[in-house]
């Protein structure tokens, strides 16, 4: 079984950030995971247009933006030109999602939608067929280091369901370990969001690996 790592650099020493997105590269990470917060959706503030644009210079990887923030459609053209290759938005902060999604279509980057734990999956059904990547948060959004929240496991399954045969990466964000990777990749997880379990460890490539090598 296959999945890809997608460290969250919400997790990673600020003050060496450039630093650490080429360290995490080099331990052999898929995507650089960018969680953006503003405060009022969700309890916390992190990066700005300005800083992504400040550390894309320091890998090649794709950029995974997740926008927590609301609204987003006001700032999805900066954060195309500061440097994402994805752009995720919440179904729950966006009126108007089928609009963004196409906005950001439009700026030549590929599409995510993201859902909370509480919000149920039907949301999904009319605008499916605009999706790169669908992003099932198992943690309650706002700050890194929480539990996996079980419950998602089910949603997780109706999700890969729901996706079929199409060409759409099944994203994971929250509680991601070694003990818990396996059965998230089986219930049809294909990209893993990894914070505290990539960069609490000192050696960021035996931790990528070892996430990995628990998959099977």
Same mark, same amino acid.
């Given at each position: !079984? *296959?999945?890809k790592i /997608?460290p969250?650099?919400?997790?990673a020493d600020?003050a060496?950030? #450039?630093?650490e997105?080429? /360290?995490?590269?080099?331990? #052999?990470?898929?995507y650089?995971h960018?969680d953006? !917060? +503003? #405060?009022h959706?969700?309890?916390n503030l992190?990066?700005g247009?300005?800083i992504?644009k400040?550390?894309r210079?320091?890998?090649?990887?794709p950029f995974?933006?997740?926008? @927590?923030?609301?609204p987003?459609?006001?700032?999805?053209?900066?954060?195309?030109m500061a440097?994402?290759? $994805?752009i995720?938005? &919440?179904?729950?902060? +966006?009126k108007?999602?089928?609009?963004?999604?196409?906005v950001?279509?439009g700026?030549?980057?590929? /599409?995510?939608?993201?859902l909370?734990?509480a *919000?149920?999956? &039907?949301?999904i059904?009319?605008v499916?067929d605009?999706?790169d990547?669908?992003l099932? @948060?198992?943690?309650?959004p706002g700050?890194?280091?929480?539990?996996f929240l079980?419950?998602?496991?089910?949603?997780?399954?109706?999700?890969?369901s !729901?996706?079929?045969?199409?060409? $759409?990466?099944?994203?994971?964000?929250?509680?991601?370990?070694v003990?818990? $990777?396996k059965?998230?990749?089986?219930?049809g997880? *294909?990209v893993?969001v990894?914070?505290s379990?990539?960069?609490?460890?000192?050696?960021?490539?035996a931790a $990528?690996d070892?996430? &990995?090598?628990?998959?099977?």
């Amino acid at each position: !079984m *296959t999945v890809k790592i /997608a460290p969250s650099i919400l997790s990673a020493d600020f003050a060496r950030l #450039g630093e650490e997105v080429r /360290a995490i590269d080099e331990a #052999g990470c898929d995507y650089i995971h960018i969680d953006v !917060m +503003d #405060g009022h959706f969700v309890p916390n503030l992190t990066f700005g247009p300005p800083i992504i644009k400040c550390i894309r210079s320091w890998t090649e990887k794709p950029f995974d933006v997740h926008l @927590m923030i609301d609204p987003a459609q006001a700032y999805l053209q900066e954060y195309a030109m500061a440097g994402a290759d $994805i752009i995720t938005v &919440h179904a729950e902060a +966006d009126k108007h999602l089928d609009r963004s999604l196409q906005v950001i279509k439009g700026l030549g980057k590929k /599409a995510g939608l993201s859902l909370n734990p509480a *919000t149920p999956e &039907h949301i999904i059904e009319y605008v499916i067929d605009n999706l790169d990547l669908i992003l099932v @948060m198992s943690v309650n959004p706002g700050f890194g280091g929480q539990r996996f929240l079980d419950s998602q496991l089910e949603k997780i399954r109706r999700i890969k369901s !729901m996706i079929g045969n199409r060409n $759409i990466e099944l994203q994971v964000d929250g509680g991601i370990s070694v003990e818990n $990777i396996k059965t998230i990749a089986e219930a049809g997880a *294909t990209v893993l969001v990894a914070g505290s379990a990539v960069f609490n460890d000192s050696d960021y490539k035996a931790a $990528i690996d070892g996430l &990995h090598k628990a998959v099977g």
